[in-house]
């Protein structure tokens, strides 16, 4: 899997990724002699950022935290290289000076902690060898304001139990909305829905894959559905109510985005 | 962002020290979206004091200075203490031994050895329209505002990256649309003195990284000054416009802007919040440092009332032979006047746990970096208060 954002500090380098949800500090949160994270508030804290691909959303304190970058990877202390969402003045400073390959504009919450990956800071590319990308269409019908979700079944091979659009995987070179047209068929029984809107590719994380969502939005006009063996529950709800259900992962972000599209 | 064939040339072909300062400048370029590196006039460096970038600063500025050179007119920041006295600064050897590395490998650079945070009073005067790359957020808010020069607010590395490789990224401050106004702010209270180092404190909140326009003030150059330094230390503002005042007031189109409004009250409250001691150990007046006609004043004000704590005054090198007599006569009252630092960069913790200043600026940044509870109001003000 090959994730691709915006090169700032040039280098390439291999490491196994240490991944923190929060904007992290190195005047104070990270130790300048050991590079092990000391910041109390920080989900690293503890670990040694020597030699690991280091991913966090941004960087945040005193400017003096680019000198301690400096410092650690002068003394072969520091991060073998940086991942970012959006890098700041203070990271990019420390990551050039210290000559740490930085890549940002990559959505940090695919990369977890354990991951093998390879930062190249020239191409501005992070490549995740032991993950790889599954493309899935999602495609939502709606009728008068609601929408429709499925409770998927026991015997899907992944998020058993939890609600969804109708979904599937792409196969091949095919088209996502004539896959997305087949599952309607399969899924629901509906044949004549209308296609309202496509959203932009959505990207998260499974264990070993990161699933490329392509969502759809059709208009039907009536709200019978027939189920087949993947799903056991069908419910047309209003999209403010997708929040509240226990839904597969970034359900509600797909929905957004096709309703926001239109 | 598009290269020049010197800038390429510099990048990939330059000294080491070329080198890192070209691709530090390009990767902040492409950060900030500039669509090129501008040639700048001159640079002014933050990063000097040993108490505020301690070893990893140090380790830095040794290795970085190894082999580079700069290559506009620069400047630099005040250091932690005077390079001379300052053992009656109560600073360790240790520190002092650093210091004086810090201060051996900027001038090492070529750069002149200013160690002041009021360059454009001590020869580093950028002109109206200059492009310059400077750090140290008051200078960087003076410049802007006053002189109409055109700088972003550096950070050290990057001020020092631009002074060797002479270019900027060209974005933000260097650009007319970023020079515009964001706010319009009315002052009811009649401006004077210290006072306008309070409105800057309340100002710098309520336009939070936005360019201030105001309406109802006339100052000295001095007077900005103080103005400069205190909006700068409450927000991230780099500049600000003076209806009838600045040089660039016409150009700050207020069409559709938010206002607000500055008034006595406001201007006691913003004394009084800032104000978290009681009773002062010091006197310290600095941040930024003084300008002589300032030391003229202050020099006054000690032969009137003879103050019974110890007084700190704080200026560059330059500023201190240029008014002999005014540091002769403060020193004579018992007064120190220290150059090379300036208030909150220097140990003042050895000595006090509670200053009275003038400074906004001060008042803003003497808790957090040195521990200090505040006195803040008028200087002839607190040297009455003080009077032996």
């Known amino acids: 899997m090959k994730l691709t954002g915006r ?11 240490l991944a923190s949800h929060q904007p992290m500090s190195f005047l104070g949160g990270v130790d300048r002699e050991s590079g092990v994270v000391t910041d109390g508030t920080s989900d690293l804290r503890g670990e040694a950022v020597a030699g ?7 960087g945040k304190g005193s400017t003096v935290g680019s000198y301690v970058l400096f410092g650690l990877a002068k003394r072969g202390r520091g991060p073998a290289a940086i991942v970012n969402e959006r890098t700041e003045a203070i990271v990019a400073t420390g990551a050039i000076l210290g000559e740490i390959p930085l890549v940002d504009g990559i959505d940090v919450s695919l990369l977890r902690t354990g991951d093998r990956a390879i930062v190249d800071g020239r191409a501005g590319a992070v490549e995740v060898p032991g993950v790889v990308e599954r493309p899935v269409v999602t495609a939502f019908l709606r009728n008068r304001g609601r929408v429709l979700v499925v409770k998927r079944s026991e015997r899907v091979g992944t998020f058993r139990g939890m609600w969804s659009g109708i979904s599937g995987y792409l196969e091949g070179r095919e088209s996502p909305v004539r896959r997305a047209r087949q599952e309607l068929r399969e899924e629901t029984g ?16 499974g264990d070993a894959v990161i699933f490329a969502i392509h969502p759809f939005l059709f208009d039907v006009s009536a709200r019978r559905v027939r189920l087949d063996w993947e799903n056991v529950e069908a419910r047309w709800v209003a999209p403010k109510e997708i929040a509240k259900l226990p839904t597969v992962p970034r359900l509600a972000d797909a929905l957004a985005s096709v309703l926001a599209g239109r | 962002m598009r290269l020049s064939q010197r800038q390429k040339q510099l990048r990939d072909h330059g000294t080491a020290a070329e080198r890192t300062a070209m691709r530090l400048l390009i990767a902040l370029g492409e950060i900030y979206e500039a669509d090129r590196l501008i040639p700048i006039t001159s640079a ?3 990063g000097a004091s040993y108490k505020m970038v301690g070893d990893p600063g140090l380790e830095f500025i040794e290795d970085f200075a190894a082999g580079a050179r700069v290559v506009v007119p620069t400047t630099v920041n005040p250091l932690g203490m005077d390079l001379d006295r300052w053992r009656e600064q109560k600073i360790t050897h240790d520190f002092a031994a650093k210091q004086e590395r810090i201060a051996r490998a900027y001038r090492r650079m070529g750069v002149r050895e200013s160690f002041s945070c009021t360059p454009y009073l001590i020869g580093n005067r950028p002109r109206f329209g200059d492009h310059v790359a400077w750090a140290e957020s008051s200078a960087v808010c003076f410049a802007n505002s006053v002189l109409g020069a055109r700088t972003n607010r550096e950070g050290g590395p990057a001020a020092l990256a631009a002074s060797v490789a002479g270019v900027t990224p060209n974005y933000g401050f260097h650009l007319d649309e970023g020079r515009r106004a964001t706010m319009i702010v009315d002052v009811r209270a009649r401006l004077r003195g210290h006072r306008f180092s309070l409105a800057g404190l309340l100002a710098g909140r309520r336009a939070s990284g936005g ?7 006339r100052g000295t150059e001095t007077d900005l000054k103080w103005l400069c330094a205190s909006i700068a230390s409450t ?19 207020l069409k559709g802007l938010p206002r607000t409004r500055i008034t006595e009250r406001d201007l006691a409250e913003i004394e009084r919040e800032f104000t978290t001691g009681e009773d002062a150990d010091i006197i310290g007046l600095g941040s ?8 003229v004043e202050i020099s006054r004000l000690m032969e009137k009332n003879r103050p019974r704590i110890p007084v700190w005054v704080f200026t560059s090198r330059p500023v201190r032979d240029e008014a002999r007599r005014a540091v002769d006569t403060i020193e004579s009252f018992g007064g120190k006047v220290f150059v090379d630092t300036c208030l909150e960069v220097t140990m003042i913790e050895n000595v006090s746990k509670t200053v009275a200043t003038p400074s906004g600026k ?10 200090q509870k505040v006195v803040l109001g008028d200087v002839a003000r607190l040297f009455r208060r003080y009077a032996a």
Do not use: N
């Open chain 2, 44 to 46: 002014h460096v933050a």
């Open chain 2, 288 to 295: 930024p440092q003084l300008s002589s006609e300032e030391l």
């Open chain 1, 52 to 58: 690991k691909a280091l991913v966090f959303p941004h």
């Open chain 1, 190 to 205: 509906i044949t004549g829905a209308h296609l309202r809107a496509r959203g932009p590719v959505i990207r998260t994380r």
């Open chain 2, 211 to 217: 360019v201030p326009y105001f309406r109802g003030v």
């Open chain 2, 362 to 371: 001060g008042a803003v940044y003497l808790p957090t970096l040195c521990g």
């Open chain 2, 235 to 253: 927000g991230d503002t780099a500049m600000f416009h003076i209806e009838r005042g600045t040089p660039e007031w016409r150009r700050a189109r």
């Open chain 1, 7 to 17: 090169a700032v500090s040039a280098g390439v380098a291999e490491g196994l990724v």
